[in-house]
DNA sequence: GCAGATACGAAAGATTATTGCGCGTGCTTT
DNA sequence: AAAGCACGCGCAATAATCTTTCGTATCTGC
């Protein structure tokens, strides 16, 4: 099932959800250029192979009382499998953790973080990630602020992509 | 309308919306405990005083052809507010840098970028990011592997806080 | 205690989701 | 080539959901 490939339709219906993931099937179906049943079947196969994860509002951090956004560069003591997987595990038990990340290069991780403010984060950070064992470096810059948050991947570059290929 | 604060029903709706944003509203409804009608137009209220910002599928990269995320550092020559807003101007306008958040500390900025290879970011990299005026230094670190993506707040979290504030 | 505002829930009509089925297209087989 | 097969579309019908309307309860402030 990995190797199905993907028409364009199943390219346009990824990137009309990707956009807007509550659109109704009647609308994707009319923006696609098919009718309405085989664009639900569509979209069902695609879920169930893996190419859309889930849906999820955007909701505003800041409008909810998270005012306070961290990128933290972490760098292990051990970089040994059992040691990255082992932070991997508390980063994934850390709420305010959102994301986390393997890099190459002299950091190991970098970590998305949420907070309600400024203490909380400085709690977290001194309280939760500095004690962590194996935890060797940590460097934080705080989020002043976004500029840019588009999810997921550019669908106009794949096409672009793909059209040279042919 | 900033004003405007949210209940525990409320809150229960974005969490539950930012796990699963394509619930039908009747299925929303039944987990936060009112009826269809009302849930309905508190979801409406939320969109439109912008506690939700939108609604995204979630589509998995790697399957699309999307085998390189990096994160690439930035720092710009000068801090003008003018330059700052230019620079961001022009992340905007590229369509693999997804991510592009202002920093405090030694790096302006940090832009998570996606692209369908190594080669088409060095591309990237070296003639359009280096190339950019007012761009002094650039470092980019690749993800090995992602451990967390977890989308939005931690809405366990806001929960504690309000019910240690009561 | 009494307006007024606010928000709920029931009912009804409109819209949408979902299933079943027949048809056409393209590919393989003979 | 022509028959057989698989695949995917669209139509039609049903089930579920969405959305509006309306009457009622609860709360607030006077």
Sequence with gaps: MAGTRLDPI????LAELQADGR????????????SAP?????VRTLEEAGYIRGYHADVDARE????????????????????LTAFEDRCRAWPLVREC?????????????????????QRFLTGE????????SVKTSLVI??????????????????????
Excluded: W, Y
């Design 101 to 121: 990340h393997m890099l190459n290069g002299e950091v190991d991780f970098i970590l998305k973080c949420a907070a309600p403010d400024l203490s909380s984060f």
């Design 38 to 42: 085989p664009c639900l079947r569509r």
């Design 129 to 136: 990630l500095l004690t962590t064992p194996n935890v060797a």
């Design 64 to 83: 909810l009382g998270f005012e306070v956004q961290v990128f933290a560069m972490v760098g292990l003591a051990s970089q040994a499998e059992v040691d």
């Design 10 to 13: 199943d390219r346009k219906i």
């Design 145 to 166: 602020r976004g500029a840019k948050d588009e999810p997921g991947v550019p669908f106009d570059v794949l096409e672009e992509r793909l059209s040279n290929s042919a």
């Design 23 to 34: 659109m109704t099937n009647v609308e994707l179906a009319k923006r696609v250029g098919i």
